[in-house]
């Protein structure tokens, strides 16, 4: 029952000793909406207003402004209705249940030290980055360092962005904006599989992140 318990309690997202009182709970996870949200909020209307303009763009046909190349490039797109698919931001609420479980509601050390809300990490030894506390047999594993928490989340955006795991998700994002379908096409995000989409659900459901 204790075992059921415990993994239940990981799942929510309840990422604090198993035994800290509702009010330690209860202020942490309010320190995380403080932080995170107004920053998300931030991110996604930036997103937002640059995707309408580019799908204005393309719309009209008017094709060769110096902004659609750019976001061409920036994006990695194969054509038009590509860069339109990479650049709509997905919900609000499925970027708020990955910080969450991420960063153990902003308590991670990541978060503190670098900024790293979803633990992105660095394979570019000339950007700004810290290392992990654990290696991988011999290897040491590094994740990238933010100047700000809106940073951390305009690239955690761009990851799924332009990432080749996430071109389901993104072909998903098009079809329907419902987190709990958008989560199940994270599999690739986690060792965990398709498990990471269940857990990312509940933390979504429990935390009426649903509301964003």
């Known amino acids: 029952m204790l075992l059921k318990l415990l993994k239940l309690t990981l799942i929510l997202g309840l990422v604090f000793p198993l035994f800290a009182s509702a009010n330690e709970i209860k202020i942490k996870k309010q320190n995380f909406y403080n932080l995170v949200v107004p920053a998300v909020n931030q991110v996604y209307t930036e997103l937002d207003t640059q995707y309408k303009l580019i799908q204005h763009d393309v719309e009209q046909n008017d094709i060769n402004t110096s902004l659609v190349r ?34 153990g509601w902003a308590t991670s050390r990541f978060t503190k030290v670098a900024n790293n809300l979803f633990g992105v990490w660095s394979f570019n030894k000339n950007e700004p980055r810290v290392p992990a506390s654990q ?47 958008l989560v199940k096409k994270l599999d690739k995000y986690s060792e965990k599989g398709s498990e990471y989409g269940k857990e990312l659900a509940q933390v979504i459901r429990y935390n009426k992140f649903y509301n964003y």
């Open 135 to 181: 290696k991988r047999g011999n290897k040491t594993i590094y994740v990238k360092k933010y100047k700000t928490i809106a940073d951390s989340i305009r690239d955690y955006y761009k990851v799924l962005a332009t990432g080749r795991a996430f071109s389901e998700f993104r072909a998903q994002k098009m079809r329907s904006e419902d987190p709990y379908k």
């Open 70 to 103: 750019e976001m061409m490039k920036k994006y990695k797109a194969k054509d038009y209705q590509d860069l339109l698919q990479r650049m709509k931001p997905h919900p609000k609420s499925v970027a708020l249940a990955q910080a969450a479980m991420e960063s």
